[in-house]
């Protein structure tokens, strides 16, 4: 089976006959064991497995323990989910190496309308820290009112992910063993840099940024006592205002960063001792009803499919959605995915006729009508931005891309309209109004409500900046875009705002208004 996973791997990379589609599709059929699927609901989450049944049960019991245990030990202030948290933990590392996110053991992706985590339960005590990992950012985000930093959720992350719960105690803040040897290096990540870091690849050596960043929350916790939430508040705020990092930790911990380095040196060759830093907390039982149902093939080939378009593997979802179209040529849901899949492929005409029949099928799915946006917005776009707008759409010219743009505002109110929560179609909206220059105040409007929604979000941040630069008011879009600078993990955002930023002060020193 190893074939498949290469076949699958390399898979995106060209093109390939029918014959070798129906290959693929059955070989990934039998290798995910489509119809060994079940679901175990709980309250906080969902787990959708192929694992035995009595380990998908053991995960979600820890899982659930955990739960209360950061529940005692944390200021998380909701536990209830914003959004709907589901969970895939595939049976083998092969099937789950099938998905991949970059070499991790497990990831969390956040979309408008929910969180998928997934990972693999055939090393078990690895994945289950793992899941702990994941989810702990998955708490920071669920309706919170506060961004932290990259060094505070890795490193709470870490330290939630050695948790271990034995009846009615929970043993916190134990160094991860694979932590170890970073820590046991000389040079550690340099203050300036744990502090400001937004995105990996600002690192050298994230394993060690890792490493400080769970050292840095372990001193925090260890040290501060009663002190440390006010403390930790009072910093984020003023991250939330666009202080610069390092000014945010002296004023709110009252330290230097060379008294930060020392006490952190100090703090690390206690945590290297053998047996320290352990915590005992005590965690009553949570009364939970767990439920198992089984999952069909079908519905299970459409969820991987959604699955592997969010993780980029487009021709793996085509072969997943097309088996799931097989298995129930009745069911509009395949077909959704398939418009998505085309879309990405940029084979117009059939993501457009795919995403009118879910329209037609789901008049209620907010998703299929956005989807139906996505697909005029993006055909509109490739076609700017290959200087094709000349004959290359019915029409040809300005006029094509003004079609496209209004078929794609009316899909993106139609689904505002059906499910007015989703913050993703809000700023779709709103840049069909903003890119054209036009009926600003209504883009405008769509891209507050899309930051209402979702204020971790960068791009709507990045879209009312523009907005404001174009209007003349480059000190309201500074402000935005110093947030965007904190908020961004996707150097493509970062760069956008820096940008930005050097056009506004560009037009400062020239004293004329920037026009983006």
């Known amino acids: 089976m190893i074939m498949v996973g290469l076949a699958l791997g390399c898979a995106d990379s060209g093109p390939i006959s029918e014959k070798d589609n129906r290959v693929l599709r059955q070989q990934i059929v039998e290798h995910l064991e489509l119809d060994s699927w079940r679901e175990c609901i709980q309250p906080e989450f969902h787990i959708l497995s192929n694992a035995p049944r009595s380990e998908?049960?053991?995960?979600?019991?820890?899982?659930?323990?955990?739960?209360?245990?950061?529940?005692?030990?944390?200021?998380?202030t909701r536990f209830e989910p914003a959004l709907p948290m589901q969970i895939l933990l595939f049976r083998a590392r092969g099937q789950f190496h099938m998905f991949p996110v970059r070499d991790a053991a497990g990831y969390a992706i956040p979309g408008p309308r929910g969180i998928v985590l997934a990972s693999e339960l055939e090393s078990r005590d690895t994945a289950m820290g793992v899941l702990y990992h994941e989810y702990t950012h998955y708490l920071f985000n669920n309706g919170t009112t506060h961004y932290y930093p990259l060094w505070y959720s890795e490193g709470v992350a870490e330290m939630f992910r050695t948790i271990v719960v034995r009846d009615d105690v929970a043993t916190v803040g134990a160094l991860p063993e694979?932590?170890?040897?970073?820590?046991?290096?000389?040079?550690?990540?340099?203050?300036?840099?744990?502090?400001?870091?937004?995105?990996?690849?600002?690192?050298?050596?994230?394993?060690?940024?890792y490493a400080d960043s769970w050292l840095l929350v372990h001193y925090l916790h260890a040290s501060r006592g009663a002190?440390?939430?006010?403390?930790?508040?009072?910093?984020?705020?003023?991250?939330?205002?666009?202080?610069?990092?390092?000014?945010?930790?002296?004023?709110?911990?009252?330290?230097?960063?060379?008294?930060?380095?020392?006490?952190?040196?100090?703090?690390?060759?206690?945590?290297?001792?053998?047996?320290?830093?352990?915590?005992?907390?005590?965690?009553?039982?949570?009364?939970?009803?767990?439920?198992?149902?089984?999952?069909?093939?079908?519905?299970?080939?459409?969820?991987?499919?959604?699955?592997?378009?969010?993780?980029?593997?487009?021709?793996?979802?085509?072969?997943?959605?097309?088996?799931?179209?097989?298995?129930?040529?009745?069911?509009?849901?395949?077909?959704?995915?398939?418009?998505?899949?085309?879309?990405?492929?940029?084979?117009?005409p059939t993501a457009e006729a795919l995403a009118l029949e879910a329209v037609r099928a789901l008049p209620g799915e907010s998703l299929a009508h956005e989807r139906l946006g996505d697909v005029y917005y993006t055909q509109m776009k490739s076609l700017l931005e290959s200087g094709q707008e000349d004959g290359s759409h019915a029409g040809g010219g300005e006029a094509a891309i003004d079609r496209l743009r209004q078929r794609a505002r009316a899909a993106y109110e139609r689904s505002t309209a059906v499910g007015p929560d989703i913050w993703s179609t809000w700023y779709s909206l709103g840049l069909t109004y903003i890119e054209a220059g036009e009926e600003v105040a209504t883009g405008m409007d769509a891209l507050v409500r899309a930051l209402d929604l979702a204020p971790h979000e960068p791009g709507p941040r990045l879209a009312l900046a523009r907005m404001?630069?174009?209007?003349?008011?480059?000190?309201?879009?500074?402000?935005?875009?110093?947030?965007?600078?904190?908020?961004?993990?996707?150097?493509?955002?970062?760069?956008?705002?820096?940008?930005?930023?050097?056009?506004?002060?560009?037009?400062?020193?020239?004293?004329?208004?920037?026009s983006p």
């Open 56 to 76: 998908v049960l053991r995960a979600a019991r820890r899982l659930g323990r955990f739960i209360d245990a950061a529940k005692q030990i944390s200021n998380i």
């Open 178 to 209: 694979d932590r170890r040897g970073s820590l046991m290096q000389p040079e550690p990540t340099p203050l300036n840099l744990l502090l400001d870091a937004t995105n990996y690849s600002q690192l050298e050596d994230v394993h060690r940024f």
């Open 227 to 348: 002190e440390m939430p006010g403390q930790l508040t009072q910093y984020l705020e003023a991250l939330a205002r666009a202080v610069p990092p390092i000014d945010a930790w002296q004023d709110a911990f009252g330290m230097t960063l060379d008294e930060l380095e020392v006490a952190l040196e100090k703090h690390r060759l206690r945590m290297l001792a053998p047996i320290t830093g352990f915590m005992d907390v005590v965690v009553p039982h949570v009364g939970r009803e767990i439920r198992i149902r089984p999952l069909s093939a079908q519905g299970m080939a459409v969820t991987l499919g959604e699955h592997a378009l969010r993780v980029g593997q487009i021709r793996s979802a085509g072969l997943l959605l097309r088996e799931a179209a097989l298995l129930d040529p009745g069911d509009p849901l395949p077909g959704l995915g398939l418009a998505a899949v085309a879309m990405r492929e940029k084979r117009w």
């Open 468 to 514: 404001h630069l174009r209007r003349g008011d480059g000190e309201q879009a500074r402000q935005l875009l110093k947030v965007v600078l904190q908020l961004a993990h996707a150097d493509s955002h970062r760069e956008d705002a820096e940008e930005l930023l050097g056009e506004i002060d560009g037009a400062a020193g020239s004293g004329t208004e920037a």
